[in-house]
């Protein structure tokens, strides 16, 4: 059956769901969604949802795309992709479970995990590093050689900047102290989305920078002209294109927007909220040491809570000091001896 074509009106992402929406009930805010998904008019659907950059990954030719801007390699050198369940489960039961957002196996002997996270995101660093080095030792079993061990890449696409960044795109290889490679099997890139305002005319030409304003793009006009240019980045937006066509698929897409702008929202309260308890944690030390110190130690309690989903416990921990030492002994952010 021919679909009825769309009315030119868009809804911008964001402004779709404000916080006064996002306070609403359940109920209500479900069938805001549903209305908008059974509507006829056209969303403007960002590759920074993760419900969309989820359904256009599967299709190879945008993903090889991306990855030969990403790795440096001309698309024709991408002959296979593979991709292996994301899933990623301890193999004992203390040991740390994660999701990543895609795995894929390169030509039968590369391995790369693509992340991205448009919130800061605590010790993104040593999570990075955990995944990379869960990757390279996954696969090899008990008797086996070390050659077997392939090269693995853990690529962040980041919606904020890590302290030591100084360029939109970096590369993080395993090097000596006379500067030379000691191992190419792991290695990290960095993309940071929220730097592109500041790259210089040369790096403008790069592939990696058109790749990173077609992901960040948050106007479909803009995002479907960038693509006229590239056959890999076409082959992007006409999944894209898919989900504004299907009635299901645009509330999934919608409803992860709501997800995303609920968890801003409690970001945010709850950062103020940490900042405040911090506060007056160190102001009861009666000194500007403590006062700090108070500071500091509740930001990254909150931090730990909110991305672990508890914010239960951590409106709780804001007004029971009891149960706040016991949080911080668990997240070994205090030790025994200094509650």
Avoid at 226 to 253: C, F, G, H, P, S
Avoid at 298 to 313: M, P, V
Avoid at 321 to 337: M, N, Q
Wanted: aromatic share 8%; charged share 35%.
């Amino acid at each position: 059956m021919t679909r009825k074509k769309r009315q030119k009106r868009q809804i911008i992402p964001g402004l779709a769901f404000s916080n006064e929406t996002v306070l609403r009930p359940a109920d209500e805010r479900d069938r805001m969604i549903r209305e908008l998904a059974d509507s006829d008019a056209t969303l403007n659907i960002c590759l920074t949802n993760d419900f969309a950059f989820k359904t256009a990954s599967p299709n190879k030719k945008p993903l090889t795309g991306l990855l030969s801007a990403l790795l440096d390699m001309d698309p024709q050198q991408i002959a296979d992709l593979e991709f292996p369940d994301t899933f990623v489960r301890g193999d004992y039961p203390e040991d740390r479970e994660g999701i990543l957002d895609i795995k894929v196996h390169l030509n039968s002997q590369k391995k790369i995990n693509l992340e991205m996270q448009l919130l800061s995101f605590p010790y993104w660093e040593e999570r990075s590093l955990f995944y990379l080095c869960r990757m390279f030792l996954e696969d090899i079993k008990k008797g086996e050689g070390y050659r077997m061990l392939e090269e693995c890449i853990h690529i962040s696409i980041l919606g904020f900047h890590l302290e030591q960044a100084d360029r939109f795109y970096e590369r993080v290889r395993l090097m000596k102290e006379s500067g030379k490679v000691y191992s190419d099997k792991l290695g990290l890139r960095m993309l940071y989305l929220n730097q592109l305002e500041k790259v210089s005319e040369e790096e403008k030409d790069s592939d990696v920078y058109h790749w990173a304003k077609l992901i960040s793009s948050k106007d479909w006009g803009v995002l479907t002209n960038m693509a006229k240019t590239n056959e890999y980045m076409q082959a992007a937006v006409d999944e894209l294109e898919k989900i504004n066509l299907d009635k299901a698929l645009r509330y999934e897409y919608l409803r992860r927007e709501m997800q995303a702008s609920d968890e801003t929202t409690i970001r945010e309260y709850y950062t103020e909220l940490g900042e405040k308890k911090g506060r007056e944690a160190g102001r009861s030390e009666g000194r500007e040491a403590g006062r700090t110190e108070g500071e500091e130690l509740f930001a990254d309690l909150t931090s730990r809570l909110i991305r672990d989903s508890r914010t239960d416990d951590l409106l709780r921990a804001a007004n029971d000091k009891a149960f706040r030492s016991s949080l911080y002994l668990e997240y070994g952010i205090k030790a025994e001896d200094e509650i």
